[in-house]
């Protein structure tokens, strides 16, 4: 158990569906990420929240979108999906930057687009 | 495109064998992560080093940064079936910037 919760844990959608992965961090950290973790490629980073501001989004498709509503919530929301798309998401959070604090990540929602 | 190369892709060794784990770029790291992840979770923090030629352990487990902060390795000592999981390096391209990537992982067995 880190303190960072998410959910779904597993979730299996269409490609026409609308559907939002949640994330909870129970640490009072300032700072929220979500991850991409598919099996033949690294874990990317996809959005950085920095006190509930976007500071970083990774090229990622419009499909996706983020929101945080608060420091201790962050949600996924997807629509049209690919195949492709299908991956574990993972959320983290952390005190302060990158690579210089450390990062808490949640167990992840295994997500398949059929 | 900046890359984290991890070697090797897998490793299936002995209870009590020693391994060494690599982590190569061509990039400057600022700093760079040790992680290790367990099926169903997310990755844990294992260390973080920061200065070039910097080593640091933590029990059976040695961390080295290269003295240029392109790349690092793991070493185990006398491996035991716990330390069986899939091991990720990361870090932050430049400095002051969100560019965080990771390796592309080495998966461990440890079997007894």
């Known amino acids: 158990e880190t303190g960072v919760t998410q959910t779904p844990r597993h979730l299996v959608m269409g490609m026409t569906n609308k559907k939002s992965l949640k994330c909870e961090q129970h640490?009072?950290?300032?700072?929220m990420y979500w991850y991409k973790q598919s099996a033949k490629k690294p874990l990317e980073l996809m959005f950085v929240?920095?006190?509930?501001?976007?500071?970083e989004n990774n090229s990622v498709p419009s499909r996706f979108s983020p929101e945080c509503p608060n420091s201790s919530h962050l949600f996924l929301h997807l629509h049209t999906l690919q195949p492709e798309d299908s991956a574990l998401y993972l959320c983290?959070?952390?005190?302060?930057?990158?690579?210089?604090?450390?990062?808490?990540f949640g167990p992840g929602t295994r997500l398949t687009v059929t | 495109t900046q890359l984290l190369e991890q070697s090797p892709q897998f490793l299936s060794i002995q209870e009590g064998e020693n391994l060494t784990v690599y982590c190569n770029s061509s990039?400057?790291?600022?700093?760079l992560q040790w992680y290790r992840q367990e099926p169903g979770e997310g990755p844990v923090l294992l260390v973080t080093?920061?200065?070039?030629?910097e080593v640091k352990k933590l029990k059976r487990l040695t961390f080295q940064f290269g003295d240029a902060r392109k790349d690092s390795s793991l070493h185990i000592t006398a491996a035991q079936p716990g330390d069986t999981g899939l091991y990720l390096c990361?870090?932050?391209?430049?400095?002051?910037?969100?560019?965080?990537?990771f390796g592309t992982g080495t998966r461990l067995k440890v079997l007894a």
């Open positions: 983290a959070s952390s005190q302060g930057g990158l690579g210089t604090y450390e990062q808490y």
């Open positions: 640490l009072g950290h300032n700072a």
């Open positions: 929240y920095s006190l509930e501001e976007r500071v």
């Open positions: 990039s400057v790291f600022s700093s």
């Open positions: 080093v920061v200065t070039g030629g």
């Open positions: 990361a870090g932050v391209v430049g400095a002051r910037t969100y560019k965080y990537i």
